[in-house]
């Protein structure tokens, strides 16, 4: 088998990864972020071929989506703007602690103005209505004694009023950002208390990474500040994204559009809020930890009652009650959008099942006493009655999606079939809070049969299938060669018929990448169905497939996410996991190599082995007659997965020891592959 078709050689794209280690066992760590977002350092300027407009068909789509919708209901932009207090003192703008900004809302301007109604023929009328609602940004008052900052991040913090301070909910996503909005919005206007409670409702960064910009870790340590967090939350925050991190942020960079312009033919909204704050992701380790749904807690004189919801929309989350305030807080549970049941940046199948039993023991628990319902993204919905029809809605969405799924594979549905044939009830489907604008039905359905069934659709035809390029090849060659079949695309393209074109087309695209011709047709289609979208990332993605299609994969500078306090909190063994992960089999063929890995600071030692292609290791041992040892501090690896220093040059100074074979040593490093996180997407 030639390199061009063996994904083990690791000399092409698809083959996994480029390059060789070869400066120190922990060269090239990849990127660590709770919910693996690609951060950009400035707004994304058009580069090369530029978008083209709508097509007639596309106009048309979006104005039938249009009359199936109730533009007249305004009540969401009444709730959107309800107890608006202040905004910042440059509204929009929080500049980052490393030139530039943080965050820029008025890189969106041109969708503020004029009536919800008035989409440009280029976006989805549903999406540019969450769009314009998204705009909505400052501090806001929920009721009297809690508040929410909204539109400076893709999260939301909400404060509540303790007895001697404030508690804090999801202090947004980056440092930069959280500071800002503390120091020139919070305090100015609700006045100068103590943090005495932090609150994370779940593991994804956007809702625990800019805890450093309110907090000080003294503080922490001091026992002057508590954070409090779900069961798992530790583990899952590290751990979510750390086996697959480099390819989680180069989709989850097509998932935000980072890349893209920000205007009516590239990105205008990201679903569950505008975008994603640019800066530093931080993480304090929890000091406690709710475990048990029905558990009732008491911060700073305000108690609350905790429903855990784990494997919902994080692999740990919790809700709450509080009864002084009547309010609910529904964490990413209970939002104004139909939520990912499987995230196109890529992670682990959500549950629906389990997370419509989780919004039924809301209902159930604290249903007749609820009078505010707030969460960690979106606004808040006011009034018993209101709340309780919200949360039976998304209750019956989420547990249709996967009832019905199930219902029809146990029928004989294949998951396009299932996808392809269900549609949310009109009663869900006419609610704006049921719409897709970040999971869709479409594939939070697929995802629901994966969940039961795993990828393979029972068709034997389907069990074993040739890779992209040779399928692509055979296609282009049953369908009577390229030209014949960007001829016949080109007229189903002029119809309209842009998912059918898609399919086509990419089989040309990957069967003869440098055909510019069919480039520029699956770009013209990727963007139509972009236009067309109602999910942002839907949208995002298939935009920024477009943009890659007709001017390459261009190498901008992204700012870094690495943070230093998840790789702190990262377990040792997850570490060698990753190795293990980076380890080309290929090049350790026929080869092996035992070696003590020692962390003199922690006490912790491991026995690390390579043989048959696959690294394996044992806690707690070490080996007289291993062939090298490593031994260092956990703190000084941790400086060398950040890339502030080597190996090298910790040998070199001291600070690190390796006895035996060094050579030996350095074979092993050969054999790990560094991660390019611009690997090619829409080509081969």
Request: glycine share 8%.
């Given at each position: 088998?030639?390199?061009?078709?063996?994904?083990?050689?690791?000399?092409?794209?698809?083959?996994?990864?480029?390059?060789?280690?070869?400066?120190?066992?922990a060269?090239?760590?990849?990127?660590?972020?709770?919910?693996a977002?690609?951060?950009?350092?400035?707004?994304?300027?058009?580069?090369?071929?530029?978008?083209?407009?709508?097509?007639?068909a596309?106009?048309?789509?979006?104005?039938?989506?249009?009359?199936?919708?109730?533009?007249?209901?305004?009540?969401?932009?009444?709730?959107?703007?309800?107890?608006?207090?202040?905004?910042?003192?440059?509204?929009?703008i929080?500049?980052?602690?490393?030139?530039?900004?943080?965050?820029?809302?008025?890189?969106f301007?041109?969708?503020?103005?004029?009536?919800?109604?008035?989409?440009p023929?280029?976006?989805?009328?549903?999406?540019?209505?969450?769009?314009?609602?998204?705009?909505?940004?400052?501090?806001?008052?929920?009721?009297?004694?809690?508040?929410?900052?909204?539109?400076?991040?893709?999260?939301?913090?909400?404060?509540?009023?303790?007895?001697?301070?404030?508690?804090?909910?999801?202090?947004?996503?980056?440092?930069?950002?959280?500071?800002?909005?503390?120091?020139?919005?919070?305090?100015?206007?609700?006045?100068?208390?103590?943090?005495?409670?932090?609150?994370?409702?779940?593991?994804?960064?956007?809702?625990y990474?800019?805890?450093?910009?309110?907090?000080?870790e003294?503080d922490?340590?001091?026992?002057?500040?508590?954070?409090?967090?779900?069961?798992?939350?530790?583990?899952?925050?590290?751990?979510?994204?750390?086996?697959?991190?480099?390819?989680?942020?180069?989709?989850?960079?097509?998932?935000?559009?980072?890349?893209?312009?920000?205007?009516?033919?590239?990105?205008?909204?990201?679903?569950?809020?505008?975008?994603?704050?640019?800066?530093?992701?931080?993480?304090?380790?929890?000091?406690?930890?709710?475990?048990?749904?029905?558990?009732?807690?008491?911060?700073?004189?305000?108690?609350?009652?905790?429903?855990m919801?784990?494997?919902?929309?994080?692999?740990?989350?919790?809700?709450?009650?509080?009864?002084?305030?009547?309010?609910?807080?529904?964490?990413?549970?209970?939002?104004?959008?139909?939520?990912?049941?499987?995230?196109?940046?890529?992670?682990?199948?959500?549950?629906?099942?389990?997370?419509?039993?989780?919004?039924?023991?809301?209902?159930?628990?604290?249903?007749?006493?609820?009078?505010?319902?707030?969460?960690?993204?979106?606004?808040?919905?006011?009034?018993n009655?209101?709340?309780?029809?919200?949360?039976?809605?998304?209750?019956?969405?989420?547990?249709?999606?996967?009832?019905?799924?199930?219902?029809?594979?146990?029928?004989?549905?294949?998951?396009?079939?299932?996808?392809?044939?269900?549609?949310?009830?009109?009663?869900?489907?006419?609610?704006?809070?049921?719409?897709?604008?970040?999971?869709t039905?479409?594939?939070?359905?697929?995802?629901?049969?994966?969940?039961?069934?795993?990828?393979f659709?029972?068709?034997?035809?389907?069990?074993?299938?040739?890779?992209?390029?040779?399928?692509?090849?055979?296609?282009?060659?049953?369908?009577?060669?390229s030209?014949?079949?960007?001829?016949?695309?080109?007229?189903?393209?002029?119809?309209?018929?842009?998912?059918?074109?898609?399919?086509?087309?990419?089989?040309?695209?990957?069967?003869?990448?440098?055909?510019?011709?069919?480039?520029?047709?699956?770009?013209?289609?990727?963007?139509?169905?972009?236009?067309?979208?109602e999910?942002?990332?839907?949208?995002?993605?298939?935009?920024?497939?477009?943009?890659?299609?007709?001017?390459?994969?261009?190498?901008?500078?992204?700012g870094?996410?690495?943070?230093?306090?998840?790789?702190?909190?990262?377990?040792?063994?997850?570490?060698?996991?990753?190795q293990?992960?980076?380890?080309?089999?290929?090049?350790?063929?026929?080869?092996?190599?035992?070696?003590?890995?020692?962390?003199?600071?922690?006490?912790?030692?491991y026995?690390?082995?390579?043989?048959?292609?696959?690294?394996?290791?044992?806690k707690?041992?070490?080996?007289d007659?291993?062939?090298?040892?490593?031994?260092?501090?956990?703190?000084?690896?941790?400086?060398?997965?950040?890339?502030n220093?080597?190996?090298?040059?910790?040998?070199?100074?001291?600070?690190?020891?390796?006895?035996?074979?060094?050579?030996?040593?350095?074979?092993?490093?050969?054999?790990?592959?560094?991660?390019?996180?611009?690997?090619?997407?829409?080509?081969?």
């Amino acid at each position: 088998m030639s390199d061009e078709s063996n994904p083990a050689s690791g000399t092409k794209r698809r083959d996994f990864l480029k390059g060789v280690a070869t400066v120190g066992i922990a060269t090239g760590f990849g990127t660590v972020v709770g919910e693996a977002i690609a951060q950009n350092p400035a707004s994304p300027k058009p580069t090369g071929i530029g978008a083209k407009p709508p097509t007639q068909a596309t106009r048309e789509a979006n104005a039938v989506y249009a009359n199936q919708l109730s533009f007249s209901d305004t009540q969401d932009f009444q709730d959107a703007t309800r107890g608006l207090i202040a905004t910042l003192p440059d509204p929009g703008i929080i500049p980052s602690s490393k030139g530039g900004a943080a965050w820029d809302l008025n890189q969106f301007a041109f969708i503020s103005g004029g009536p919800e109604n008035n989409a440009p023929d280029s976006v989805n009328p549903s999406l540019w209505r969450n769009a314009k609602l998204n705009m909505n940004h400052g501090l806001f008052q929920v009721v009297d004694g809690i508040w929410q900052v909204r539109g400076y991040d893709l999260s939301v913090m909400s404060i509540i009023r303790g007895d001697t301070g404030w508690i804090v909910i999801d202090p947004l996503m980056t440092e930069d950002a959280s500071v800002v909005v503390w120091k020139q919005l919070v305090v100015p206007h609700l006045g100068e208390r103590p943090i005495t409670h932090v609150i994370y409702t779940h593991s994804h960064a956007d809702h625990y990474g800019g805890i450093r910009g309110i907090i000080d870790e003294a503080d922490l340590k001091a026992g002057k500040v508590k954070i409090y967090a779900p069961a798992g939350f530790t583990e899952a925050a590290v751990g979510e994204n750390v086996i697959a991190g480099n390819a989680m942020s180069r989709r989850a960079a097509y998932m935000y559009g980072n890349l893209l312009p920000r205007n009516t033919t590239g990105v205008v909204d990201g679903g569950l809020g505008k975008t994603t704050s640019i800066g530093a992701i931080t993480m304090l380790v929890p000091t406690d930890f709710a475990t048990s749904t029905g558990q009732k807690l008491t911060l700073d004189g305000v108690d609350m009652t905790i429903i855990m919801a784990p494997e919902s929309e994080a692999p740990a989350e919790f809700m709450f009650y509080l009864p002084k305030f009547k309010a609910f807080c529904a964490a990413e549970d209970a939002t104004h959008t139909l939520h990912n049941l499987y995230t196109l940046r890529g992670a682990k199948v959500r549950d629906a099942l389990l997370w419509s039993k989780y919004l039924q023991a809301a209902i159930d628990m604290f249903g007749g006493e609820m009078e505010v319902l707030f969460a960690s993204h979106y606004w808040p919905t006011w009034g018993n009655e209101r709340i309780v029809a919200f949360l039976r809605a998304q209750r019956d969405m989420y547990r249709y999606l996967h009832d019905q799924t199930m219902r029809l594979a146990n029928t004989g549905y294949t998951p396009l079939e299932i996808a392809e044939s269900l549609r949310l009830p009109d009663s869900l489907a006419k609610q704006w809070y049921c719409r897709s604008y970040y999971g869709t039905v479409f594939h939070d359905l697929v995802a629901q049969y994966n969940l039961r069934l795993g990828f393979f659709d029972g068709v034997p035809a389907n069990l074993h299938r040739l890779p992209p390029v040779e399928n692509g090849k055979r296609y282009v060659e049953f369908m009577g060669g390229s030209a014949a079949v960007l001829q016949k695309a080109q007229a189903y393209y002029d119809k309209g018929e842009y998912r059918w074109v898609a399919e086509v087309v990419n089989h040309v695209v990957f069967a003869d990448p440098q055909n510019v011709s069919a480039r520029h047709l699956l770009a013209d289609t990727y963007e139509q169905l972009g236009y067309q979208a109602e999910s942002a990332p839907w949208r995002n993605f298939y935009l920024t497939g477009a943009m890659e299609l007709r001017n390459g994969v261009h190498k901008v500078p992204f700012g870094s996410s690495q943070s230093p306090d998840t790789i702190k909190a990262m377990p040792l063994e997850m570490f060698l996991d990753y190795q293990g992960v980076r380890l080309n089999g290929d090049r350790a063929a026929g080869k092996s190599i035992t070696f003590n890995f020692i962390m003199t600071d922690t006490n912790e030692r491991y026995l690390v082995g390579v043989e048959n292609s696959a690294l394996h290791y044992s806690k707690g041992k070490t080996s007289d007659t291993a062939d090298a040892s490593v031994t260092m501090t956990r703190a000084d690896l941790n400086e060398v997965m950040m890339g502030n220093t080597s190996m090298e040059k910790l040998v070199m100074g001291g600070k690190a020891k390796i006895s035996g074979s060094a050579p030996k040593l350095g074979e092993f490093v050969s054999w790990l592959d560094n991660f390019d996180f611009w690997f090619n997407i829409v080509t081969p």
